[in-house]
């Protein structure tokens, strides 16, 4: 089952701006997971961010979460064409086996 | 895409055939798991499988087999019940003491 929804389906910016996108999500989690997936291939692992904490930073990447809310942000900064992927978000629910639910996801395109 | 491999990259079925897609790693991970993904998706869990030689039903796992004979393999037979079978897809694992899924290039195949 998709439990997470990702918020806009789609965004564009210019290189150098900011890039913010938005996960919610339906029942008590473990943990919540980012990925990013470049068009035609396998995801790579960007940042996951546990139950009990609010916010986490990797690099350019900043992930705040709200489980009063059920919801996720992740925000990426200062954009490059490189950027240019689709992300996801992946909840690990309390209870369900260690599988992740993943959310339809977010397509970023960053215009040099 | 890390130590994960999956083959081949693309595949071509003809109606009523069985094909299978092969997923090895060398992570020395005790997790593996087969998604499906639609075009503007996210990803749905086919199989998954914890252990050598057990494996449980994912969210769609009608007209799909899997077998875990050794911790490096995780074939995907698509069977010809499976009726719309066009798809990406995506063999990840994971380890004991992570909660992170690592993923596959991924096989894209197509129903001619």
């Known amino acids: 089952s998709q439990q997470g929804e990702e918020d806009p389906q789609a965004l564009s910016i210019q290189e150098g701006e900011n890039a913010t996108m938005n996960c919610s999500y339906k029942t008590s989690i473990n943990n919540l997971q980012w990925y990013r997936q470049n068009s035609g291939r396998g995801l790579v692992h960007l940042i996951l961010?546990?139950?009990?904490?609010r916010e986490k930073h990797s690099g350019r990447l900043r992930v705040t979460l709200d489980t009063s809310k059920k919801s996720s942000s992740l925000l990426i900064t200062a954009s490059r064409a490189a950027d240019t992927a689709s992300y996801f978000c992946a909840t690990d629910a309390k209870g369900n086996d260690y599988k992740l639910s993943f959310g339809a996801g977010t397509t970023v395109t960053v215009r040099a | 895409d890390g130590g994960i491999t999956q083959s081949p990259k693309y595949l071509f079925r003809k109606e009523g055939q069985n094909v299978t897609l092969s997923c090895e790693q060398n992570?020395?991970?005790?997790?593996m798991y087969w998604y499906r993904q639609d075009p503007g998706q996210g990803l749905r869990l086919i199989y998954y499988s914890q252990i050598v030689n057990d494996f449980q039903k994912g969210d769609i796992a009608e007209g799909y087999s899997v077998s875990r004979e050794k911790k490096e393999s995780f074939p995907l037979t698509v069977t010809s019940a499976q009726k719309n079978p066009t798809a990406f897809y995506l063999c990840?694992?994971?380890?004991?003491?992570?909660?992170?899924?690592?993923f596959g290039p991924g096989t894209r195949l197509t129903v001619l």
């Open positions: 992570l020395n991970h005790d997790a």
């Open positions: 961010i546990r139950s009990n904490e």
């Open positions: 990840a694992s994971k380890g004991h003491s992570t909660d992170t899924q690592y």
